[in-house]
C-alpha cells in the first residue's frame, strides 16, 4: 500500500478534517460518507470508515464503525494500519463500556494491551535530504530540524517509501541537490510520533525513526517529484503550523 495525498478518498478524507477544523462536522461527515461510498480497495475503505466512526451520534452505530474499520485493517495485516490496533480496540472498549457490556470492554481493553508500538516493517527503507553522502556513511541523530531551525533533533528520521523521501528531500534545507539514499537502520526503531495516529489511523506514511544511526547502502535515482506549486503549498503548510515536534 503506497500512501498518496492525491489519492481521491484521501483528499476527501483531508477535506472533511478541515471542515472538523472549521467546526463544521455536519460537513465533514458528509465528505467521509462520500470517502466510503466512493473507496474501491481496503486502504481506503480502512480511512474512510475510521472517520465515518468518529461521526456516529449514538453509541451502537459508533460501535459498529469501529468494527468495521477493525476487519479491514486486520484483514490487510499491513505495517501502515498496525498501530492503530490499540486505539481502535480502546475505543470499542470504549463503547462496550457505554452499553454496560463489560466483559466485551474488558476483552478489548486487553487487546490493546497486548500490543506493543514495535514496528515489525522490513523495508527498504529510505531518507531523503540534499546532503552529498556515499555509500557506507553514516547519518546520525543531533542535525538541525528541517522545520525548526533552532530545534536539534534527539533522532534520526526515514520512511518505507521512497516518494515520502523524496517530499523530505524536497523540504530540507540547503542547496544541494535532492536525493534519496537507501539506509540500514543499526538499532531499534519506533513509528514516528509525529505522523502515526495523528491526521490518519495507524502509520499510513510508513514513518520512522530511531536514536541509532542509519547506514547509507545506496541510492535511489528514480522518483515522483513534488511540482514547484506543491512544493510552495507544502512551505506554506509548515511555517504555519503551530503545532509542536514530538523530538
Known amino acids: 500500500m503506497e500512501f498518496n495525498q492525491n489519492n481521491d478518498i484521501v483528499k476527501l478524507c483531508l477535506q472533511g478534517i478541515g471542515m472538523e477544523k472549521m467546526g463544521k462536522p455536519e460537513e465533514a461527515s458528509r465528505l467521509f460518507v462520500q470517502a466510503w461510498d ?3 480497495y481496503d486502504f481506503e475503505r480502512f480511512i474512510s470508515a475510521y472517520f465515518v466512526a468518529r461521526h456516529q ?3 451502537p452505530d ?3 464503525w469501529l468494527k468495521t474499520t477493525l476487519q479491514i485493517a486486520l484483514e490487510m495485516n499491513d505495517d501502515s494500519v498496525k498501530s492503530a490496533f490499540p486505539s481502535l480496540y480502546s475505543n470499542i472498549a470504549n463503547c462496550y463500556e457505554d452499553l454496560s457490556d463489560f466483559d466485551n470492554a474488558k476483552k478489548n481493553y486487553e487487546l490493546a494491551a497486548s500490543f506493543n508500538d514495535k514496528p515489525s516493517d522490513k523495508g527498504p527503507f529510505y531518507h531523503g535530504t540534499k546532503a ?3 555509500v557506507g ?3 546520525t541523530a543531533g542535525g538541525s530540524s528541517n522545520y525548526l531551525r533552532d530545534l536539534k533533533m534527539k ?3 526515514f520512511t518505507a517509501l521512497a516518494n515520502g523521501a523524496g517530499l523530505a528531500a524536497a ?3 540547503g542547496d544541494g541537490r535532492e536525493r534519496i539514499y537507501i539506509v540500514e537502520p543499526t538499532g531499534s526503531f519506533e513509528n514516528d510520533p509525529n505522523v502515526t495516529n495523528s491526521y490518519f489511523p495507524g502509520n499510513p506514511t510508513r514513518s520512522y525513526r530511531s536514536q541509532a544511526p542509519l547506514k547509507v547502502v545506496g541510492e535511489v535515482t528514480d522518483w515522483v517529484k513534488i511540482t514547484p506549486e506543491e512544493r510552495q503549498k507544502w512551505s506554506e503548510e509548515l511555517a504555519s503550523n503551530k503545532g509542536e515536534i514530538k523530538n
Do not use: Q
Open 38 to 40: 466512493e473507496a474501491t
Open 57 to 59: 451520534k449514538n453509541v
Open 62 to 64: 459508533r460501535l459498529k
Open 132 to 134: 552529498d553522502l556515499r
Open 137 to 139: 556513511d553514516l547519518l
Open 155 to 157: 533522532h534520526i528520521y
Open 171 to 173: 523540504l530540507a534545507r
